[in-house]
C-alpha cells in the first residue's frame, strides 16, 4: 500500500529516544497521531468488516451501509481538528508524531481472501507500547492488515533508540474465524489468536484485557504467555462487560488510585475485583450530536479521553458534564473539538498512541 505525497514523512519530528509508556496517566512526552485522509468503510460482505465495524447491526440494515470514502467534509474537518489537538498537545511539551495519510483504496489479500483498506486515524488501535516494547496487534479486522505500516518509519526510530519491536503472528483470518450465532449477529471465534491493542489497558504490571468482537481467548493467552519473556507483566481477563471491540470507551485510568467507569457497561456486579480498592467515578450521561446514520462509534466515546498526566487531561469539548465531574476531581481539562469523532469511531484517546511517558513499570495494586 502505497504512502499519500500530500504529507511529507521526513518534516515529521525524529524520535528522540526509545519508547517508554507503562501507563495511561504518566506525564506525556511523545505521541502518534493518527490521520483521517483518505478514510473510508470497507466492503461490509466481508464479515471481518462486518464484525468489527457494525456487529450491532443484522444482515438487512447492513445492506444499508454506505461504503466507500468518507464524506470529503468530514475529513477535511476531522484534518482541522486534529490539527488543532496538535497544537494543544505541543504547548503542552508534547512531540507529535503525525502518521502518513496511505492509500487504503488499494486492494491487497492472501490466497484465501481480497480486502480494501480502512484508515488510518486511530494508531491506538493495533500498536501496544508496554515500557519500551512495542508490539504490532493481530487486527481480527482484514482491511487493516496491512495499516501499521504507516506506523513503521517512526516504530524503527524507537528501535534505533533502544525500544523492542515485535509483532505477534500474523493471522490467516480465513473465513472459519468469523461466526454467526443464533439470531443471525456476527461473532468472533478461536481459530487463532486475535486482538486489536485497543481492547488493552495499562496500568503499570498489570494490563486489562477485553474479551469481545475484537479480542478473543487466543489472543489474550498469546500476549500473557509473550509478555511473560519481558518480566513480571499480569494480564486480567475481563468478559460479559462490552461485547463489541474496544476498552477505552468503558474504563478509563485518571491517575493512581482513581478511575472513571461507564455505568451502562460496568457495575458493582461485573467491576474486576481488582478495581474495587480503588475511588470510582461513574460517567455522567453522554451529550451526543446528530453523527452520520451509520456512525462507527456508540455516544460513549466521549468518555474517551487522554490524560497528558494525572492532573490535566485532553477531553471532548462537547462533554460538559463529564468536564465539571472531573473538575472535581481536582483535574484541570483542555477541551479539545472533535466534531466527527462517532462518525469514524474514534475520540482523543483513539487517534493518539502514547509512545513515552515519564513513568516507570509500577505495580498500582499491591
Not at 107 to 113: D, I, L
Not at 296 to 316: C, K
Amino acid at each position: 500500500m502505497s504512502v499519500a505525497t500530500s504529507l511529507n514523512v521526513a518534516t515529521q519530528p525524529a524520535a528522540a529516544r526509545g519508547a517508554n509508556s507503562w501507563d495511561e496517566f504518566s506525564p506525556l512526552r511523545e505521541v502518534a497521531l493518527g490521520n483521517p485522509r483518505n478514510a473510508r468503510i470497507p466492503a461490509t460482505r466481508d464479515m471481518s468488516a462486518w464484525l468489527n465495524l457494525f456487529g450491532d447491526l443484522d444482515a438487512r440494515e447492513l445492506r444499508r451501509v454506505a461504503t466507500g470514502q468518507f464524506p470529503i467534509r468530514v475529513i477535511e474537518e476531522t484534518v482541522e481538528d486534529l490539527a488543532g489537538l496538535t497544537e494543544t498537545l505541543t504547548d503542552l511539551g508534547v512531540v507529535v508524531h503525525q502518521m502518513p495519510a496511505m492509500d487504503h483504496a488499494a486492494k491487497f489479500g492472501t490466497p484465501s481472501w481480497r480486502s480494501d483498506g480502512f484508515y488510518s486515524y486511530c494508531p491506538r488501535d493495533l500498536a501496544l507500547i508496554l515500557g519500551s516494547l512495542i508490539i504490532e496487534a493481530p487486527s481480527p479486522m482484514r482491511a487493516r492488515y496491512f495499516e501499521t505500516f504507516g506506523l513503521r518509519s517512526l516504530f524503527q526510530q524507537y528501535m534505533l533508540n533502544g525500544s523492542t519491536w515485535i509483532s505477534a503472528p500474523k493471522p490467516q483470518l480465513d473465513d472459519e474465524l468469523f461466526l454467526i450465532d443464533e439470531e443471525g449477529q456476527p461473532g468472533l471465534g478461536e481459530l487463532e489468536p486475535v486482538f486489536e491493542a485497543a481492547n488493552v489497558l495499562r496500568c503499570g504490571r498489570d494490563l486489562f484485557y477485553q474479551v469481545s468482537t475484537s479480542g478473543n481467548e487466543l489472543g489474550r493467552i498469546w500476549l500473557q504467555n509473550t509478555l511473560r519473556a519481558f518480566g513480571d507483566v499480569r494480564v486480567h481477563a475481563l468478559r460479559d462487560i462490552y461485547r463489541y471491540t474496544h476498552l477505552d470507551s468503558t474504563i478509563a485510568f485518571l491517575r493512581p488510585g482513581l478511575v472513571l467507569l461507564n455505568p451502562e457497561r460496568v457495575s458493582d456486579a461485573n467491576m474486576p475485583e481488582i478495581l474495587k480498592p480503588w475511588d470510582v467515578v461513574w460517567c455522567p450521561p453522554m451529550a451526543d450530536v446528530k453523527p452520520c446514520p451509520h456512525p462507527l462509534s456508540s455516544r460513549w466515546i466521549g468518555m474517551n479521553l487522554l490524560m497528558v498526566n494525572p492532573d490535566l487531561a485532553i477531553v471532548d469539548s462537547g462533554q460538559i458534564e463529564l468536564i465539571r465531574m472531573l473538575e472535581r476531581q481536582g483535574i484541570t481539562v483542555a477541551p479539545q473539538v472533535l466534531r466527527h469523532a462517532r462518525t469514524l469511531g474514534g475520540g482523543v484517546h483513539c487517534v493518539t498512541l502514547d509512545t513515552v511517558r515519564e513513568g516507570t513499570l509500577v505495580s498500582y495494586f499491591d
